[in-house]
């Protein structure tokens, strides 16, 4: 196998978190949203399965999927030892227009199926009128490529509450995933508890809040008195809410202190203070007003 990566570490065994269908899904996965270099992306995705990664998470949106498909090639790294996850974008939305999205990134990624596949935005009420049928739509193609055989399992990301109580009503099968803004600061616990009572595993997207929330006063006396990097609380805080995460890095390096996060656990009263953090920064994206893309 060629292996790019310099950085040296020890391989962190990722704990699973079990989805409602029974398909294993990484606690951790590698976030690969603006790395699209695929020098970058073969160093990076080599050093991450060094480190102990097993889950890749791309979207249509991200523009890498070839390089990443070149990425997987150069490191010689088998299809079964990696989950792939990828997202159809707002511009293929239906029945029909999902299949064909989901096929094209298949083909990009040259692999015969996704471990997971995940509508990327709900359509909103603010660009949609039919906003809800939209969705019921894009699910049942979403549906469909599960049946098929294409997809192990299918979920959606930026879901509110709402838009999944929307969908529950027409859909066969439930989305097994809801991936959405998770950091400190922006603890969404009522989707978090809808998400968990409906057996709709939460995933975190931006988890270090995009990196703007590392540097916090208080997070940081927790990583001080804990002898652990912001990012370690962050991620471990997630670990301990039930949220799977997605942290994402360039540095190779990063990838070993994102993933050692399994040796300590937070107390109650240190997950309080982590609790009570004001929003300090994030994407903040709210898929109800969202109307530069839709
Ligand atoms: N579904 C969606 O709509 C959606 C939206 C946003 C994100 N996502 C997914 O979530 C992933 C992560 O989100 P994100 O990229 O917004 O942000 P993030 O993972 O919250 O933060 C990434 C930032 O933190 C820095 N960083 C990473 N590890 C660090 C560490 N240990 N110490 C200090 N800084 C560190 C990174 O810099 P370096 O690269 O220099 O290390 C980068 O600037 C994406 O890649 C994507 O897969 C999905």
């Known amino acids: 196998m060629n292996r790019p990566c310099k950085a040296q570490g020890e391989a962190v065994r990722i704990e699973d978190m079990l989805?409602?269908?029974?398909?294993?899904?990484?606690?951790i996965g590698l976030g690969t949203w603006q790395i699209t270099k695929p020098e970058l992306l073969a160093e990076l995705v080599a050093c991450a399965y060094d480190a102990g990664y097993r889950l890749l998470d791309t979207a249509a949106a991200y523009g890498n999927e070839i390089a990443l498909a070149k990425a997987l090639r150069s490191t010689g790294?088998?299809?079964?030892?990696?989950?792939?996850?990828?997202?159809?974008w707002n511009t293929s939305r239906?029945?029909?227009a999902v299949q064909e999205a989901c096929r094209k990134s298949l083909k990009k990624l040259k692999t015969d199926f996704l471990d997971l596949y995940l509508i990327h935005w709900p359509a909103g009420s603010k660009l949609h009128p039919d906003w809800a049928e939209l969705n019921a739509e894009t699910w049942r193609g979403m549906e469909a490529l599960y049946q098929e055989g294409l997809v192990r399992a299918i979920g959606v990301c930026n879901f509110k509450q709402h838009h999944l109580q929307e969908l529950k009503k027409t859909a066969a099968i439930l989305p097994l995933v809801n991936q959405f803004e998770f950091h400190p600061g922006m603890n969404q616990e009522e989707l978090l508890r809808y998400c968990q009572q409906n057996q709709i595993q939460p995933q975190a997207s931006s988890p270090l809040g995009n990196g703007q929330i590392l540097a916090q006063e208080e997070l940081c006396k927790i990583a001080a008195e804990r002898k652990k990097t912001p990012a370690q609380i962050c991620l471990r805080w997630a670990r301990q809410k039930g949220v799977a995460v997605l942290p994402k890095t360039a540095n190779?390096?990063?990838?070993?202190?994102?993933?050692?996060?399994?040796d300590f656990a937070l107390s109650a009263a240190e997950m309080q203070r982590i609790d009570q953090l004001p929003y300090c920064g994030g994407l903040g994206l709210d898929a109800d007003e969202v109307t530069t893309f839709g």
């Open 77 to 88: 790294i088998p299809r079964d030892k990696l989950l792939l996850s990828d997202k159809v």
């Open 94 to 96: 239906g029945y029909q």
């Open 19 to 27: 989805l409602s269908n029974g398909v294993a899904l990484p606690s």
């Open 252 to 262: 190779p390096r990063r990838l070993y202190e994102n993933a050692d996060v399994f």
